[in-house]
């Protein structure tokens, strides 16, 4: 973690507070005043607007924190200049052309490899099971965002400011072509692809920390009824000591699928159930979707009708589409009435003890109809700084507005609580409400392998919250295909074991005594890096670089290790090599293969490699049942020396939940170990900034070597030197 960030750390945390509540709010510039022009933005960052922009069709912008403030013209030596043109079937496009030796990445949540060059992508929200409908190139999310990365390592970034349909050609250049009005391009350019995405987050808002129960492995599945079952599932986890934090409530909880109702059979007492999950360390997230029962007698239906809050027909008439209930009513998340009133719908119902919200359909997906959703003629009123217009245009920002709303909601319900929201639909810069996961994935070895260029992608593109789900959604893994996603599963952002309705069990116990062990010992891992995963999670927030990141980051001007996508980095110190990928494309320099686990455990075949960093500390704990029971009073810190003997890391700390870390009550810890003459280790912990006491006590080293980890003995201080003992 870069120190000066860190500094700033409450500063900047706060500063985004302030900018959350600012985004929409921005006022629009006068119609067509920039119509034709360009202007340097900031350092290194430009604004092109083609000559047909209409601010009243395109402000104010759902990707950007703040309106961009003009500088000057584009100064002397500038490289990447987009081209105005209207197709031959009237349409607005930009065209960009891209350096033979460039590779491309970014656009999102998209199939495919990591290397984007070549691909064509739509960009228009889509439920899309199994990744069938366009070959998988239009999917539930809305990133009109591309990474370039030239030959020499250097990068820039093409961010188009446009919720309207649009595709991104990436054949031989970056064409984009609008469904809707002229779209203005803003261009990042900077010296490595890390600070173009670091840019991002500036440009689009970074994640808030989550709560540290959110880090930690979840079990869900299509879905877990009645409650005595939920209850089964859970207290399974813990006589089988199998770590796990969250367990989580599919559609089956609802009365008829209404939401914000219970099952009068299935689900009597949620209270109840949530008292008893939490009595055993487990935390519950419900879901809630935006499609609305049509029938008077059910409280939202009723409350939605009379305030006049739903979409409507060309007709002005309420728009009716079928979802689980049958036929809905949806919100017009554009209406600020409507987003209150849906953040007020959160209080009763957090207050049954639910810890977090799963928003799903919220593309929004219309069954029945070929479209796959409402027509693009339907009326959104808007209302504040947003116009009334076509859902065309508002199709893309729907589930941002409502994960908007719904984060206001939970966080309204529980001040002093960090939401937690995980979202399926969103646009760029949803990273600023909730968490994301890849959709309805497929049992598939190409779904899982396409798992990891997928949250990679999401990463490059402002997300770093994200996974897919693990074993797959549609269909039943088989015993080694479970075991192996498993087994990569811990390293996934987000880590989440889901499958659909009537699919085969898929708890981690499901496959027999062999996966269940494999299964404990990925888990245990994500537990024991959890310091480093926390620390990340921080990073990621602060500064917006990914958690999981492509290999090419370690070297960016490497082109060997471009479109490396089956080894993948946690953080900038760890390389993940999955036992499945061949010959891997790996950084030069130092990279030592390290385990977690005891020098006893078995080795199972499954578990990925991991290869650390020449000059990396990283801070491990203890294995431990769910994140209720974390500390960091014990820590064994892997140290691996880079070629003058030295080594550093950092981490972080803070209560796991809350906003204190806000007032200054978190600690950044610095570790720094050298190799002396006579082959001792000088080891070192400095506090940082903050007043938060992580109760630091017992530290061990432990060094990769060729026969498998060296530890020191256990050392009750924070400064010593440490003869490490014979392998
Ligand atoms: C959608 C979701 C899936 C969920 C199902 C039922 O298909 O993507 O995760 O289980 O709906 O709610």
């Known amino acids: ?50 000559p047909e922009f209409k601010s009243g069709e395109m402000l104010p912008s759902f990707a950007l924190l703040k309106e961009p403030v003009q500088q000057g013209g584009i100064k002397k030596g500038w490289k990447v200049f987009p081209k105005f043109y209207i197709d031959g079937k009237g349409n607005n496009c930009i065209a960009i052309p891209v350096e033979k030796g460039t590779d491309l990445y970014g656009t999102g949540e998209v199939t495919g490899g990591l290397r984007r060059n070549g691909k064509k992508i739509m960009l228009w929200n889509t439920d899309n099971p199994g990744y ?23 990068a820039y970034g ?25 779209a203005r391009v803003i261009i990042v350019e900077r010296n490595t692809p890390q600070k173009v995405v670091e840019e991002l987050a500036d440009l689009t808002g970074h994640m808030q920390m989550p709560p540290l129960w959110a880090l930690g492995y979840q079990q869900s599945r299509w879905s877990y009824y009645p409650d005595s079952r939920v209850r089964e599932v859970a207290s399974q986890f813990r006589k089988r000591k199998i770590p796990c934090d969250v367990i989580w409530m599919d559609i089956h909880y ?19 159930l949530n008292k008893y999950l939490h009595s055993i360390n487990f935390r519950s997230v419900w879901m809630i979707d935006p499609g609305v029962k049509k029938q008077k007698g059910y409280f939202v239906y009723d409350q939605g009708s009379a305030g006049n809050y739903w979409i409507q027909t060309p007709q002005g008439k309420e728009f009716n589409g079928s979802v689980w209930p049958g036929p809905c009513a949806f919100p017009d998340f554009t209406m600020p009435q409507v987003r209150k009133w849906w953040s007020g719908l959160y209080k009763d119902y957090m207050a049954q003890g639910i810890d977090g919200v799963w928003n799903d359909m919220n593309e929004p997906s219309v069954f029945n109809v070929e479209s796959k959703t409402m027509p693009e003629d339907n009326i959104q009123r808007g209302g504040g700084n947003l116009p009334k217009d076509i859902h065309l245009r508002y199709h893309n920002v729907f589930g941002m507005l409502m994960i ?21 639909a969103s646009y760029i810069g949803g990273q600023r409400y909730a968490a994301t996961w890849t959709g309805d994935n497929m049992s598939t070895w190409s779904h899982l392998k396409m798992s990891i260029p997928m949250v990679l992608n999401l990463g490059l593109s402002g997300q770093p919250f994200s996974g897919p789900d693990i074993g797959g959604f549609i269909g039943s893994p088989d015993k080694d295909l479970f075991a192996n996603w498993i087994a990569i599963g811990p390293f996934y952002p987000f880590c989440r074991n889901h499958t659909t309705v009537n699919s085969a069990n898929q708890e981690p116990w499901a496959y027999g005594r062999e996966v269940e062990d494999i299964s404990r010992r990925a888990l245990d891992r994500r537990y024991m890096l959890m310091p480093y995963i926390y620390t990340l999670f921080c990073q990621a927030s602060v500064t917006g670089l990914p958690v999981m990141r492509p290999v090419f980051f370690a070297d960016p001007k490497d082109r060997s290790l471009r479109s490396e996508d089956r080894a993948f980095m946690l953080g900038g110190d760890l390389i993940i090599v999955p036992r499945w ?41 203890g294995i431990i049942q769910s994140t209720a029971d974390f500390k960091t009073d014990s820590l064994t810190l892997l140290v ?15 209560a796991g939940e809350g906003f204190g870390y806000l007032k200054g009550h978190y600690v950044v810890d610095k570790f720094t170990a050298v190799k002396m003459q006579d082959g001792k280790i000088s080891f070192s912990c400095i506090p940082g900034q903050g007043d938060y006491d992580n109760e630091l006590k017992y530290f061990r080293i432990a060094v990769p070597s060729s026969g498998g980890m060296v530890y020191s003995s256990w050392m009750n201080k924070s400064k010593f030197v440490v003869k490490m003992p014979k392998k």
Request: aromatic residues 10%; contains cysteine.
């Open 1 to 50: 973690m870069k120190k000066n960030n860190m500094k700033t750390l409450p500063g900047l945390f706060l500063s985004f507070g302030i900018i959350f509540s600012l985004a929409f709010s921005g006022k629009c510039p006068a119609q067509s005043k920039m119509s034709g022009t360009s202007a340097m933005i900031g350092t290194e960052m430009a604004v092109f607007y083609p």
């Open 158 to 182: 093409v961010l188009v400011d446009n919720t309207w349909k649009q595709s991104i050609d990436l054949s031989d250049s970056i064409k984009v072509v609008s469904y809707g009005p002229a």
């Open 132 to 154: 069938h409908i366009g070959k998988g190139n239009v999917l539930y999310q809305t990133h009109p965002w591309i990474l370039a990365v030239r030959k020499d390592g250097s």
């Open 640 to 654: 691996c020396f880079d070629k003058h003997g030295k080594a550093e890391g950092l981490m972080y700390g803070d």
């Open 581 to 621: 990928a061949e010959n891997p494309a790996l950084p030069k320099g130092i990279w030592k293969e390290i385990s977690l686990l005891s020098p006893k455990a078995p080795e199972d075949g499954y578990q990925p490699k991991m290869l650390q960093r020449g000059g990396s500390i990283i801070p491990t704990a």
């Open 404 to 424: 908007k709303a719904t984060r206001e909601g939970i966080l309204k319900a529980n001040p002093d609580k960090r939401p937690f929201v995980l979202s399926r």
């Open 254 to 272: 609802m009365q008829d699928y209404k939401i914000f109702t219970f099952d009068s059979l299935r689900f009597p007492d949620p209270l109840g």
